[in-house]
Each structure stands twice: as structure tokens, then as C-alpha cells.
């Protein structure tokens, strides 16, 4: 990958992984689908912002029409060639000889190019990305840290390998698959070191202030929650990247966040409504709401969106593996979760793996990729 997509897949990474622990503190405040619904109304709102921002700005940006009439001289300004391309098609026209083919028009942007006919792919990004994957992290660490929730779901970038390899045919060479294999094998390290020591559950805290409630659930339930979270990311992962070639990456990120966000509403919009209107959240609930739900939600997944259109979904996912340090990094600072001496070590087995999967391409692969022909990755 060049530098762009590392900085973009970069950016990503730093607030996601901020996330895990902020999500634990507002889970004080919020009930796991509360929260994940004010993240993303919040999210869905800077969007709309972007959105109308970038409209805004190309207009600005439009050169103003001619308004006098045509003259022979030679034209300048920011529409003289195309205005001297039509006045030589005019000319040509007139004398009865061969037209000059017009420059084609540029193509519409994803909102104005049909954009409802890939409604249906939208709803199903948005029940991946957003309503599986953000319900069943906050229900998991209700159950787990946030160093032991970031753990589990860094096996999505195995899983995602596996996906785009049956969906997308990208192909992994036996060193990308070395290296996906020995990452996972350091998150299981992590993960297995993580679960000794018994974490503390929020749960009583939700309760207490008035939040959603937490039914009692057993002992592996928080685990299975996250789980299923990595499952639904992994999908979301493989399913945007046909998508990035169509849209812009703003675009594709607003269509599939607003999906999400109305599935979100219609389970758990009644119960945010009942939080509200108690009038019981401090202002630490509304802080970590507008945090996640701009720089983790809006921010880091346009980043994302961006980096998926520029390198193929198993090699950006695989840098999700570097997700696990920089969590537990953050939940020892912001949480005073410590991580025990197997932890690092688990983290330096998956930082291997994922050196293996982001090594360069051979010569003879780039000159293939260059030539459109399939590439084996890794």
C-alpha cells in the first residue's frame, strides 16, 4: 500500500481504537443500544454536514458562464477550451463536413447517479457495519474489558481474508497466509492472557444511573456478543469494497451510516427517547456520544471507506491486527487496565503476522497488477 492508504488506514485505526474504552465509560451512562444509536445520530449528522459542506464548495468552484457573444479571437479563462471545442464543432457543422466528437460529460456524483438502486446493498452495509457490529460490541463489554472486546474482534481480519478470497477472488500468497495465521495466533495469545483476571462489569454502573437495562446474562455471553461483532464487521468489510469503485468515499460512508443508524432507531429508538426524557444522563454521557459519534464513527470510517477503494479488503484489514496494542494502550490510560507480560507478547506475534501480510509485491506481481491480471496478495 502507498502512504496515502497507510495514513488514511492509520487515521482509522487511532479512533477505533479509542473507542473500546470510551465505549466502556459511556456504557455508565447509556444502554449498550442506546449508545450505539446516539453514536450514530450524531455521526449521521456530521455526514449530512460534510456532505452539504462539499456541495457547497464545488458550486463555488464552477467558472460563471459566458454571457457575450462569440468571438474568433483566442479564448481564455477556465472555459476557453471547452467553449473553443463547440465552436468548432458549430463551424464544422456549418460547412457541412465531419463533426468533431464533444468531450463526454463527467459522471455524476453517487447521489445524483441513481444511487437508490444499490438502496438494498446500503441497508445491508449499514445491518453489517453499524447495527451488528456496534450492538454486539456494546452488549460484549458489558460482560469484558475493553482491552479483551478490541482482542476478540481483531480476528476479523482472518475472517475477512477468508471472505474476499470466496466473494471478491482476491488471492492471498502462502506468506500472506503464514501471516494471517500467526496473527491470529497472537490475538489468541492476548485474548487467552486478557480473560484471567476477572474484569469489572459495568453493568451495575448503567443501572444505577438510570440507563438501558442489562438483563444477567452468563459468563460467555459478553465474548459470544463480541464475537458475533467481528463476524458482522468482516462481512461489512468484503461487502463495501465492490461499492468503492461507484461512490465516493464521503458518499458510500453517509449512505450505509444513515442505513444503520434508521435500524438502530427502530430498535432502540423508544428506549433512547425514555433516557432523554428522564433527564438523569450527566454530561460525561453526551461527551462520549458526540466523541464516538464523530471521530470513531463520521471521520474514521470516511478514512476507511477511502482506503478499502485503494487496496484490496484483506491487505487494508489486515492492519486491524494493530488494533489490540493501541486499545490496550488506551484502556490502561484512560481506564487503568493493565496488560500482563503474555499481552505484549501476543501483540508482537501479531505485529509479525502483519509485517508478513504488508510486504511488497514481487516485481513480477506489480508488472501483472499493472497489466489488470489477477495478483496473488501477500
Same mark, same amino acid.
Given at each position: 500500500?502507498d502512504?496515502?492508504?497507510?495514513?488514511?488506514?492509520?487515521c482509522?485505526?487511532?479512533?477505533w481504537?479509542s473507542?473500546?474504552?470510551v465505549i466502556r465509560?459511556?456504557?455508565r451512562?447509556w444502554g449498550p443500544g442506546?449508545l450505539?444509536?446516539?453514536r &450514530?445520530i450524531?455521526a449521521?449528522l456530521?455526514?449530512?454536514?460534510?456532505?452539504?459542506l462539499?456541495?457547497?464548495?464545488?458550486?463555488?468552484e464552477?467558472?460563471?458562464?459566458?454571457?457575450g457573444?462569440?468571438?474568433?479571437?483566442?479564448?481564455t479563462?477556465?472555459?476557453?477550451?471547452?467553449?473553443g471545442?463547440r465552436?468548432?464543432?458549430r463551424?464544422a457543422?456549418a460547412?457541412?463536413?465531419?463533426r468533431?466528437a464533444?468531450p463526454?460529460?463527467?459522471?455524476?456524483?453517487?447521489?445524483?447517479?441513481g444511487?437508490?438502486?444499490?438502496? *438494498?446493498?446500503?441497508v445491508?452495509?449499514?445491518?453489517?457495519?453499524i447495527?451488528?457490529y456496534?450492538? +454486539?460490541?456494546?452488549w460484549?463489554e458489558t460482560?469484558?474489558s475493553?482491552?479483551?472486546?478490541?482482542?476478540?474482534?481483531a480476528?476479523a481480519?482472518?475472517?475477512?481474508?477468508?471472505?474476499?478470497?470466496?466473494?471478491?477472488?482476491?488471492?492471498?500468497?502462502?506468506r500472506?497466509?503464514l501471516?494471517?495465521?500467526?496473527?491470529?495466533?497472537?490475538?489468541a495469545?492476548i485474548?487467552?492472557?486478557?480473560?484471567q483476571?476477572?474484569?469489572?462489569?459495568?453493568a451495575?454502573?448503567?443501572t444505577?444511573a438510570?440507563g438501558?437495562?442489562?438483563?444477567?446474562?452468563p459468563?460467555?455471553a459478553g465474548?459470544?456478543a463480541? +464475537?458475533?461483532a467481528?463476524?458482522?464487521?468482516s462481512a461489512?468489510?468484503?461487502?463495501?469494497?465492490?461499492?468503492s469503485g461507484?461512490y465516493?468515499?464521503?458518499t458510500l460512508t453517509? &449512505?450505509?451510516?444513515?442505513?444503520?443508524?434508521?435500524l438502530?432507531?427502530a430498535?432502540f429508538g423508544?428506549g433512547?427517547?425514555?433516557?432523554?426524557?428522564?433527564g438523569?444522563?450527566?454530561p460525561?454521557?453526551?461527551?462520549?456520544?458526540v466523541?464516538?459519534g464523530? &471521530?470513531?464513527?463520521?471521520?474514521a470510517?470516511?478514512?476507511?471507506?477511502?482506503?478499502?477503494a485503494?487496496?484490496?479488503?484483506?491487505?487494508v484489514?489486515?492492519?486491524?491486527n494493530?488494533?489490540?496494542?493501541?486499545a490496550?494502550?488506551?484502556a490502561?490510560?484512560?481506564?487503568?487496565?493493565?496488560?500482563t507480560?503474555a499481552e505484549?507478547?501476543?501483540g508482537?506475534?501479531?505485529?509479525?503476522g502483519v509485517l508478513?501480510?504488508?510486504?511488497?509485491?514481487?516485481?513480477?506481481?506489480?508488472?501483472?497488477?499493472g497489466? *489488470?491480471?489477477?495478483v496473488a496478495?501477500?
Amino acid at each position: 500500500m502507498d502512504w496515502r492508504t497507510l495514513a488514511l488506514a492509520g487515521c482509522t485505526l487511532l479512533f477505533w481504537s479509542s473507542a473500546f474504552a470510551v465505549i466502556r465509560a459511556g456504557l455508565r451512562y447509556w444502554g449498550p443500544g442506546e449508545l450505539a444509536l446516539a453514536r &450514530f445520530i450524531v455521526a449521521s449528522l456530521a455526514l449530512a454536514l460534510g456532505l452539504g459542506l462539499r456541495r457547497l464548495a464545488r458550486r463555488q468552484e464552477q467558472p460563471a458562464p459566458a454571457t457575450g457573444p462569440a468571438t474568433t479571437g483566442a479564448a481564455t479563462g477556465p472555459g476557453a477550451a471547452g467553449t473553443g471545442r463547440r465552436r468548432a464543432h458549430r463551424l464544422a457543422q456549418a460547412a457541412g463536413g465531419e463533426r468533431p466528437a464533444l468531450p463526454a460529460a463527467p459522471a455524476a456524483s453517487g447521489v445524483e447517479s441513481g444511487w437508490w438502486r444499490d438502496a *438494498g446493498r446500503f441497508v445491508l452495509l449499514g445491518a453489517t457495519g453499524i447495527f451488528l457490529y456496534h450492538t +454486539g460490541l456494546n452488549w460484549g463489554e458489558t460482560r469484558v474489558s475493553a482491552a479483551t472486546a478490541s482482542l476478540l474482534v481483531a480476528t476479523a481480519p482472518a475472517l475477512t481474508a477468508l471472505m474476499s478470497r470466496f466473494w471478491l477472488g482476491e488471492r492471498l500468497a502462502p506468506r500472506g497466509w503464514l501471516g494471517l495465521a500467526l496473527s491470529f495466533a497472537g490475538v489468541a495469545l492476548i485474548s487467552w492472557a486478557a480473560a484471567q483476571p476477572a474484569a469489572p462489569e459495568p453493568a451495575a454502573a448503567v443501572t444505577a444511573a438510570g440507563g438501558g437495562a442489562v438483563p444477567s446474562l452468563p459468563a460467555w455471553a459478553g465474548p459470544a456478543a463480541v +464475537g458475533v461483532a467481528a463476524l458482522g464487521t468482516s462481512a461489512f468489510f468484503v461487502l463495501q469494497r465492490p461499492l468503492s469503485g461507484r461512490y465516493d468515499a464521503l458518499t458510500l460512508t453517509a &449512505f450505509y451510516t444513515w442505513a444503520g443508524t434508521l435500524l438502530l432507531g427502530a430498535a432502540f429508538g423508544p428506549g433512547l427517547a425514555r433516557q432523554v426524557a428522564a433527564g438523569q444522563l450527566a454530561p460525561g454521557a453526551w461527551l462520549a456520544a458526540v466523541y464516538l459519534g464523530v &471521530f470513531p464513527s463520521a471521520l474514521a470510517y470516511w478514512c476507511w471507506s477511502a482506503a478499502l477503494a485503494r487496496a484490496p479488503a484483506a491487505r487494508v484489514a489486515s492492519l486491524l491486527n494493530l488494533n489490540p496494542l493501541l486499545a490496550v494502550a488506551t484502556a490502561w490510560v484512560m481506564l487503568g487496565e493493565r496488560p500482563t507480560w503474555a499481552e505484549w507478547l501476543g501483540g508482537a506475534v501479531a505485529v509479525a503476522g502483519v509485517l508478513l501480510v504488508q510486504g511488497r509485491a514481487r516485481p513480477r506481481a506489480a508488472a501483472a497488477q499493472g497489466r *489488470g491480471l489477477p495478483v496473488a496478495e501477500g
